[in-house]
């Protein structure tokens, strides 16, 4: 009985048929990591812009009419502070900030939002009252900002695009705030994204 191998040819045939598998296989694989690297940067992208809503939403919900006092301690500031001229987008004093350490300190909080080269960062302070040695503690929420624009509705349901108003009187002044406010907020990717915020009486 004669046995027969396997030649030449064959050997080469079936190595160079496993060479295109394998490539196959791994260009499969290759893009199946690059698909699942852009699933999870766009899933980043959109809980980075939801919370960012989440928190301008909740910190205009809970404006508090409580003034605080300017850094040198000479005068004071309005509860809602907003000129979007510059980098400091507004300042404002909320409530509802959670304890849950049980520190000896207030529920109310002095936050401020600051729009620089394109990223969105809110900042808060430790203190109601803070002082030149006091620090913000800082937090980015979302970049590739091109724009980003409030308007507020004042008690005569007029709407103003900044806070206070220019004809307010003094004597309401600090403590004033709007019935709501409209944050228009463009981004790169997104384009415009619109919300109206009610602000607690």
């Known amino acids: 009985m004669k046995i027969r191998g396997f030649t030449l040819v064959e050997l080469l ?10 490539v196959l296989a791994y260009g499969g694989y290759n893009s199946a990591v690059q698909q699942n690297e852009i699933a999870r940067g766009s899933m ?8 960012t809503v989440r928190l ?23 509860a809602l502070l907003a000129d979007q001229r510059g980098q400091n987008l507004f300042a404002l004093t909320r409530a ?18 600051v ?33 980003i624009r409030l308007r507020f509705m004042d008690g005569q349901k007029q ?4 806070w206070p108003p220019l004809n307010s009187p003094p004597a309401t002044l600090a403590r004033a705030r709007p019935m709501a406010v409209e944050v228009k907020l463009e981004l790169e990717d997104f384009g415009e994204i619109t919300r109206l915020i009610e602000v607690t009486r």
Do not use: C, M
Request: aromatic fraction near 6%; proline fraction near 5%; glycine fraction near 6%.
């Open 159 to 162: 709407w103003q695009e900044q």
């Open 56 to 78: 301008l939403t909740q910190d205009f919900e809970q404006l508090a009419p409580r003034p605080v006092r300017d850094v040198l301690g000479d005068g004071r500031l309005p």
């Open 13 to 22: 045939v079936a190595l160079a048929i496993f060479a295109i598998l394998s």
């Open 44 to 51: 980043a992208r959109l809980e980075a812009l939801q919370t």
């Open 115 to 147: 729009l620089e080269d394109g990223k969105l960062r809110r900042e808060h302070f430790a203190v109601l009252d803070a002082t030149l040695a006091s620090e913000p503690l800082q937090r980015e929420l979302i970049d590739r900002v091109k724009s």
């Open 96 to 113: 509802g900030w959670t304890n849950p350490a049980g520190l000896q300190r207030a529920t109310l909080q002095r936050v401020s939002y």
